[in-house]
């Protein structure tokens, strides 16, 4: 795994345009492919270096009959006979899935994702198939979302991206690093050294992180919320701190509030929600998680919300 991301990085170094594959030990294509109209192949996929594919990312999941079958054309259910048959065709999938050495690790509102056999450090994204079989509109929807991902501005930005290494053609699939999913806002401020030495100081609980997170995003982006932001820490530091240490209590909030705000990790997540016009509420426990890196933990974000916010 670790040639993987030298290679990754030494591509990115010297392409000029990057694209999904060029996050790959395989050679670069001479053009990057938008999605299709249509999320059906209009032609059959044929890939001249799928042994090289093979030999870094797994079986090619478009040969499996599980992706082929979810590909099938969408029926609206009218009827319950119809309803029934759709749960069917979702636990098919899944059992096909599994059947074929694929397990499900996780499932979001859009996307599914899967173990890839024989390679532990890699997961397989795919449509949600209880999102994906209710309208090709969904379907495309899951799609959309597999390619801004992929995507070589996206996937270039920032180190809180998990890296996408190959993809089909009309990015019905992607296939990216394993991550690590954080399930808690304890575990999650583990990643923001600022909080924990809040937490050290006594003033303030690893759990209590999720309460603070999102002022915190606001008012680096908000002048007017950091006002609200430093109320709240006065009403923690008066709960926690004696009376007698209360004296100079304004300026210690003030100063909490500025380290805070001037954290990097707290800045990086703010300019990279901006960047891309993502919601803040995709950076919460079992949405965000970590990837090893150059055997360091780096925090990522696991399912980006684009699009999802008006």
Request: aromatic fraction near 10%.
């Amino acid at each position: 795994m670790q040639k993987l991301f030298e290679n990754w990085r030494r591509y990115l170094k010297e392409a000029v345009d990057v694209d999904i594959l060029a996050a790959t030990p395989l050679e670069r294509p001479a053009k990057a492919q938008s999605a299709p109209s249509s999320d059906e192949y209009s032609d059959p996929y044929e890939d001249p270096r799928g042994a090289t594919r093979e030999k870094y990312f797994g079986q090619n999941p478009d040969d499996l009959q599980c992706i082929q079958d979810l590909r099938k054309p969408i029926q609206p259910a009218r009827s319950a006979e119809e309803h029934q048959e759709r749960h069917a065709r979702v636990a098919d999938f899944f059992d096909c899935m599994k059947n074929s050495g694929y397990n499900k690790i996780g499932e979001g509102s859009f996307r599914a994702v899967f173990t890839i056999p024989g390679k532990p450090d890699l997961v397989l994204k795919t449509p949600s198939p209880e999102h994906a079989l209710r309208s090709h509109n969904n379907r495309q929807q899951s799609m959309e979302m597999n390619r801004k991902e992929a995507e070589g501005a996206f996937q270039t930005a920032s180190d809180l991206v998990p890296k996408v290494y190959d993809s089909a053609r009309d990015y019905f699939w992607i296939v990216s690093e394993k991550v690590n999913v954080i399930d808690n806002w304890g575990g999650m401020s583990q990643y923001f050294p600022v909080w924990k030495d809040l937490v050290s100081s006594g003033i303030f609980d690893s759990y209590a992180f999720g309460s603070y997170f999102y002022d915190i995003i606001d008012a680096m982006t908000r002048e007017r919320r950091k006002d609200d932001l430093k109320k709240m820490i006065l009403s923690r530091l008066l709960h926690k701190l004696p009376r007698d240490e209360q004296k100079n209590i304004e300026q210690l909030a003030d100063d909490i509030v500025k380290k805070l705000l001037m954290n990097s990790m707290f800045a990086n997540i703010r300019d990279f929600l901006a960047q891309f016009k993502l919601p803040s509420w995709d950076i919460r426990p079992h949405n965000v998680g970590y990837a090893i890196r150059d055997g360091k933990k780096q925090f990522v974000i696991l399912d980006p919300g684009f699009g999802l916010e008006g």
